[in-house]
């Protein structure tokens, strides 16, 4: 039977590109993240994200219900985990530097376990970063993924944090565009196209699609 992985983020449907290599290295920048630190991926998926991190010299390790593409997982440390809704993370206390996670906490129906096991295996100072769809902009396509479980707003998941004991919470609506990232003044177009309300349906077109279909980037400390 087909998986998550198989149907969803296919080669065919979803190519390889080097968008994952570009939001790691913005991230990385923005966060103050550092050669030799310790980050967790979680939902590693087919590893684009985790690669992206490892090429950037951190020390990179991977935890999904299902290992991916294995030539993205050369000599990352990937681990198993069937339910990372209840189940303890298989990492030891106080052991990353930072916890990275892009479209998953809305696959999670009741988020408190997923939230505490991050705050265990971060370092004391280590910084939760998380991306989720922003359910404001995507509200008429969210449920098109049939694992989607649980819609969260900027202001919500910047709640979640605070409420399971995270400092300097915060979050805000991001654009996956590597041309605002670098010229920011752009979003100004952006954000005229965001008047048309949410999207509808999948756009062709990268510019307009990323200008409307917005993602929630969240951070915090332990």
Same mark, same amino acid.
């Given at each position: 039977?087909?998986?998550? &992985?198989?149907?969803? /983020? ?8 080097? /968008? ?15 050669? *030799?630190?310790?980050?967790?991926? !979680? *939902? ?35 681990? !198993?985990?069937?339910? &990372? ?25 009741? #988020? ?9 295996? &971060?370092?004391? *100072? *280590? ?7 922003? $359910?404001?902009?995507? !509200? ?11 819609? /969260? ?21 991001? /654009?996956?565009?590597?041309?605002? $990232?670098?010229? #920011?003044?752009?979003?100004? !177009? ?19 699609? $990323? ?12």
């Amino acid at each position: 039977m087909p998986n998550y &992985l198989d149907v969803v /983020y296919n080669k065919e449907k979803r190519p390889y590109t080097d /968008y994952p290599s570009q939001l790691c290295s913005h991230l990385a920048e923005e966060f103050g993240m550092k050669k *030799g630190q310790r980050l967790l991926d !979680i *939902g590693c998926g087919r590893g684009d994200f985790t690669k992206g991190f490892k090429d950037l010299g951190l020390e990179v390790a991977g935890i999904d219900r299902e290992r991916g593409d294995s030539d993205m997982f050369k000599e990352i440390d990937v681990r !198993i985990s069937n339910d &990372l809704e209840h189940d303890r993370f298989p990492f030891d206390d106080n052991s990353f530097d930072v916890v990275f996670s892009k479209s998953v906490i809305e696959h999670i129906q009741n #988020p408190d376990t997923f939230m505490k096991e991050q705050m265990r295996v &971060l370092k004391p *100072g *280590g910084r939760v970063v998380a991306m989720v769809p922003d $359910w404001q902009s995507q !509200i008429f396509i969210f449920y098109d993924d049939p694992t989607h479980l649980h819609p /969260y707003t900027a202001s919500g998941l910047k709640d979640l944090l605070a409420m399971h004991g995270f400092a300097n919470a915060e979050a805000e609506l991001f /654009y996956q565009l590597p041309v605002l $990232w670098k010229y #920011p003044a752009l979003k100004i !177009i952006s954000r005229s196209l965001q008047l048309l309300g949410p999207v509808k349906k999948i756009e062709k077109n990268k510019f307009i699609r $990323w200008s409307r279909e917005l993602m929630i980037l969240a951070s915090a400390i332990k």
